[in-house]
């Protein structure tokens, strides 16, 4: 477990994370996910029960993510201007968050995935993900580089982490 949890947070952090930062929460996630109760005890400051609905490990994964990473907004704007931050002002983006103010959640989102798509052709483009259970918040997201996003769908199956991209869940969830 603790293997495919290493490679699926490398993958979905894209770089954002570093290495000792990977192997330390794929390494408490796998003791949280193979003996739960042991965990918390060792752990008491971790916030989590039985009335959440994910399992522990995967609440370590999810609550370890940074910002830059797990994009966690309610609307499509808030979470496009998540992303533009993460990449910081070396990066241009031709939409801008304010463009996707008044639209319809389907195009907002297509908008963004065209928009993500663009970049780092070589990697495949990046794919919005949808990433575990909501929590919070309406919209809870990864960035995966197009290339990697077989496998990391099939990891985050591995560990059993609801996972599907963005712009075809939204489709099917509103039957387009």
Not at 10 to 32: F, N, P, R, T, W
Not at 37 to 42: M, T
């Amino acid at each position: 477990m603790k293997a495919a949890l290493v490679e699926l947070i490398s993958k979905i952090s894209s770089g954002c994370m570093g290495e000792d930062e990977i192997l330390k929460v794929a390494d408490e996630a796998s003791q949280a996910y193979a003996d739960p109760q042991a965990f918390l005890a060792a752990n008491p400051d971790i916030n989590y029960d039985d009335t959440f609905p994910i399992p522990l490990g995967e609440w370590v994964v999810v609550g370890s993510l940074p910002e830059t990473v797990l994009f966690q907004a309610d609307t499509y704007m808030d979470l496009f201007a998540q992303i533009v931050a993460s990449f910081g002002p070396g990066v241009d983006f031709n939409l801008k968050p304010k463009q996707l103010a008044k639209t319809e959640a389907l195009t907002a989102l297509n908008r963004i995935q065209v928009q993500m798509s663009s970049l780092n052709k070589e990697s495949g483009g990046y794919t919005l993900m949808n990433f575990s259970q909501l929590l919070d918040d309406e919209l809870q997201v990864v960035l995966v580089y197009g290339n990697d996003l077989p496998r990391v769908l099939e990891l985050c199956a591995q560990a059993g982490i609801k996972a599907e991209p963005s712009l075809e869940a939204l489709k099917v969830a509103i039957h387009v």
